[in-house]
């Protein structure tokens, strides 16, 4: 009785053979078979004497499915005649064989239903978990991930994408194989690139007797291929299989089909997205590195601070002991970004400030040279002594304080000649040389000052992808320092974000660590000291460059990591056991 239940209720047959049974007399039985097997009986207890060969015996076929058939059998013992046998059991033929249908249609329907439920729930939960993200790692695990949950047969899992600009699949992302196993020959199989290029999911439940199939991934027996698809073509293949045969059905095509068209647009977001940001980094990079090679002393100065600020963040992730905070991975291209573009705003100001080595320019000191020697030849001034110490302080950070009284008295001094007074130095030498501490005038301080705002006013035209609205503040703010002496707002403690803060200090610990035109650089011991001071003076965040300081080694080695990890993977860069 039990195979019957796949097609109708054996109850309904039941109450059928009974009524036929009536209309008979009450004495001839019938029954119902199921691939030569008697199953239900009516009018007698034995399942016995239904046989096609025994005499007063009439049957009529009925059809379960495209597969399984059965018979509707009368033994006619008490009637009329054998028309009437015929006609009674046709009639009762023709009733349970529509009722058959009937039920068939009715299951098909609800079956239907049911399926197409269970799609509009898969693509409910699916499409919120695999469109949360634009990163193609993310989107690729958000799929496989699906696959497991839904607890589709087959133990194996493969996605493959498309490279861009290539016609070349690689694999994304797998589970089930042994870590390390090569997969890339599915992606040079027959089979493989017969779905790519048709685009059309397939089930093979043995791959043995498939022609396509040369064994490239060896001990497997069944496969079902699934395309990723976009509006425009083909952006991968999702490959569930297993080493049984015949596991997977057409349902699992089409969840799985609905699965991967949830999946196609966000691969191809993700690819435009990646192909965007690959060229934004490079703008960005290429912008940098303009403003940076204006300077051979600065060359490579904002890739340095982008790396290390980054690479700061990332172990104050891993140790939690900044207040608990946690930067995720936009914050972290947020400080990328910061780093690469936060001098940008040296653009405006003048090369010869910019690059400015010494307090007079070396035409200048020639003229200021030759003036002594003419000079000479009309007084008796020693020439040669008197540009020596000029000299000196031209070149001097922190010039001696006799040094500078020498060369105020200096420019008292006037050569009279024909009625004419000709000062040995000129106001404006005077205003450089007589600096007590660098090279620049207090104008041209204020000029490479401007910078951090002028970065931030050529910075905020341009439509930043992602959420960076911390990264213009971080840009201004790089220069600001706690106790309000920085620049260019003169902020002072809380009025400082954190991000700014650290920038702050890798910002100064590249600075010193690197030559310059005005000082050489700085051993690590020498660069310690220096941030040690400062935030002991309240310049600098002391918690931070606490955290800096002690974990310097880890911070430049990963600083190295993000230099070759890609901008949209930067949580990543501690997961290498080379660290």
Not at 406 to 414: H, K
Request: net charge negative; proline share 3%; hydrophobic share 40%.
């Amino acid at each position: 009785m039990t195979p019957l239940k796949k097609y109708i209720r054996p109850g309904v047959l039941r109450n059928i053979l009974r009524r036929a049974h009536e209309l008979a007399g009450g004495k001839s039985p019938l029954a119902i078979t199921y691939e030569g097997e008697v199953v239900i009986v009516e009018g007698t207890d034995s399942f016995d004497g239904f046989g096609a060969d025994l005499p007063n015996t009439f049957s009529t076929p009925i059809q379960f499915d495209d597969i399984h058939s059965g018979k509707v059998v009368l033994r006619c013992e008490d009637m009329a005649s054998s028309d009437e046998c015929t006609r009674l059991l046709n009639f009762i033929g023709y009733s349970i064989q529509e009722l058959i249908d009937m039920e068939q249609a009715r299951r098909s329907i609800a079956e239907e239903a049911l399926s197409k439920y269970r799609e509009l729930a898969l693509l409910h939960r699916s499409v919120p978990n695999i469109n949360t993200s634009l990163v193609m790692r993310d989107v690729v695990r958000a799929l496989i991930d699906e696959c497991r949950r839904e607890n589709y047969p087959g133990e194996l899992g493969m996605i493959f994408l498309l490279e861009p600009g290539s016609r070349q699949y690689r694999l994304a992302v797998q589970y089930g194989f042994p870590f390390g196993s090569n997969l890339q020959p599915m992606a040079d199989s027959d089979l493989f690139i017969e779905v790519a290029e048709t685009g059309r999911g397939e089930i093979i439940n043995d791959l043995d007797k498939d022609s396509r199939w040369a064994g490239e991934l060896p001990d497997l027996g069944s496969m079902i291929l699934i395309p990723i698809a976009s509006p425009n073509r083909c952006e991968g293949l999702l490959i569930l299989a297993s080493e049984n045969k015949g596991l997977f059905e057409a349902s699992h095509r089409r969840s799985l089909s609905t699965l991967a068209s949830v999946a196609g647009i966000s691969v191809s977001n993700s690819f435009n997205f990646e192909g965007v940001q690959k060229l934004m980094n490079a703008i960005l990079q290429a912008l940098a590195e303009a403003i940076d090679s204006r300077d051979p002393f600065t060359a490579g100065h904002s890739q340095r601070v982008a790396h290390l600020v980054v690479a700061f963040a990332h172990v104050l992730n891993e140790k939690g002991d900044y207040a608990g905070m946690i930067f995720s991975d936009e914050d972290l291209r947020e400080l990328y970004y910061a780093g690469i573009l936060h001098d940008v705003g040296k653009i405006g100001i003048k090369e010869d400030v910019l690059t400015k080595r010494t307090r007079l320019s070396e035409r200048r000191m020639d003229v200021i040279k030759a003036r002594f020697q003419l000079f000479s030849q009309c007084s008796d001034f020693d020439w040669a002594s008197a540009f020596a110490v000029v000299s000196s302080v031209n070149k001097a950070m922190t010039p001696a304080d006799a040094d500078l009284e020498f060369v105020r008295e200096l420019g008292t001094t006037v050569l009279r000649e024909g009625g004419t007074h000709l000062p040995y130095l000129y106001e404006d030498e005077l205003e450089h040389l007589l600096l007590r501490y660098g090279n620049l005038t207090t104008e041209e301080r204020k000029e490479i000052q401007r910078h951090p705002a002028e970065s931030e006013r050529i910075l905020q035209h341009i439509p930043m992808h992602g959420n960076y609205g911390n990264m213009l503040t971080i840009i201004r703010q790089h220069h600001e320092r706690l106790d309000g002496s920085g620049y260019p707002d003169g902020l002072k403690g809380d009025e400082i974000i954190v991000q700014s803060r650290m920038m702050a200090i890798v910002d100064i610990y590249d600075a010193v660590t690197q030559e310059r035109h005005y000082k050489p650089a700085y051993t690590r011991s020498e660069a310690v000291k220096i941030l040690e001071k400062d935030a002991e003076a309240g310049r600098l965040d002391s918690h931070l460059t606490a955290a800096f300081l002690k974990n310097l080694e880890r911070i430049e080695a990963l600083s190295e990591r993000v230099k070759i990890t890609r901008v949209s993977n930067l949580s990543e860069i501690g997961n290498f056991s080379a660290l």
